[in-house]
C-alpha cells in the first residue's frame, strides 16, 4: 500500500513541477510577445514539456494568465490584509499612508507584469472578469476597516462604509494604472500622501 502511496505522491510532485515549469515558461512568453500574441504553444516549447502534459493543467492563455494575476496580486493583498486595529485618526493615517505607499511601490515594482495584465483586461472577456474580482477582494477588506473604525467612533458613522471603499480603492487604482503606464505626476509618497489627507480628512473625526 506505501509503494502505491509514494508512486501518487512522486506523479503528484513531477505534476507541480511541470505546472511551475510552464507558468515560468508563460510568465516569459506573455513578457515577450504580449497578451494577445503570446500562443500556449510557445510556452510548451519553452517549458519543454508535452501537448497534452501542458492541456492537463490548464484550457488555455487565459487560464495560465489567471494564475499568473494570483500570484501578482497575492502581494499586492498583503498589503491590504496589514492589521487595522487604530485607537486615534493618527493612528488611522499613519497605517493607511503606509498601505498605500507600500501598493503604490508594489506597482513600479511589478510594472511589467502589471502592463501585459492591463492589455489582457482589454482583450478578454474573462480577464476582465478575473480583475473585476480581484477589484472585489479589496474593496471588501477595505469596507471591514473603514466598519471597525465607525464602530469604534473614529469615522463617520453615517457613511456607507462599501461605498466609501469603493472611492478609497478607485482612487488606489487609478494611480496604479498611471504608475504602470509611466504617466504619474510627483513621487509615489507624494501620491500616497495626498490620497490619504484628502481620505482620511474626509471619512475621519
Not at 492541456?55 to 492589521?83: C, N, P, R, T, W
Not at 508594489?106 to 472578469?129: D, K, N, V
Not at 473585476?132 to 477582494?137: F, L, S, T, V, Y
Amino acid at each position: 500500500m506505501k509503494e502505491k502511496h509514494d508512486v501518487v505522491d512522486k506523479r503528484h510532485l513531477r505534476s507541480m513541477k511541470t505546472k511551475q515549469k510552464l507558468l515560468e515558461a508563460a510568465r516569459e512568453v506573455f513578457l515577450v510577445e504580449g497578451f494577445q500574441k503570446a500562443t500556449i504553444s510557445q510556452m510548451i516549447k519553452k517549458a519543454g514539456i508535452g501537448y497534452g502534459t501542458a492541456y492537463v493543467h490548464f484550457e488555455g492563455k487565459e487560464e495560465i494568465l489567471m494564475v499568473l494575476m494570483d500570484d501578482v496580486m497575492e502581494k499586492f493583498y498583503d498589503i491590504a490584509e496589514v492589521s487595522f486595529s487604530p485607537n486615534t485618526k493618527e493612528e488611522a493615517r499613519q497605517i493607511i499612508l503606509s498601505q498605500a505607499t507600500a501598493f503604490l511601490k508594489m506597482a513600479e515594482t511589478e510594472r511589467s507584469m502589471m502592463q501585459l495584465f492591463e492589455q489582457a483586461i482589454g482583450i478578454s472577456s474573462s480577464i476582465a472578469a478575473k480583475w473585476k474580482a480581484i477589484r472585489e477582494k479589496f474593496i471588501q477588506r477595505i469596507s471591514q476597516d473603514i466598519a471597525f473604525a465607525q464602530k469604534n467612533g473614529l469615522a463617520q458613522a453615517e457613511l456607507n462604509h462599501t461605498l466609501v471603499a469603493k472611492g478609497w480603492f478607485f482612487t488606489n487604482e487609478m494611480y496604479l494604472w498611471e504608475i504602470v503606464r509611466n504617466e504619474h505626476h510627483g513621487t509615489v509618497e507624494e501620491i500616497a500622501e495626498t490620497m490619504t489627507v484628502v481620505y482620511t480628512e474626509g471619512l475621519y473625526h
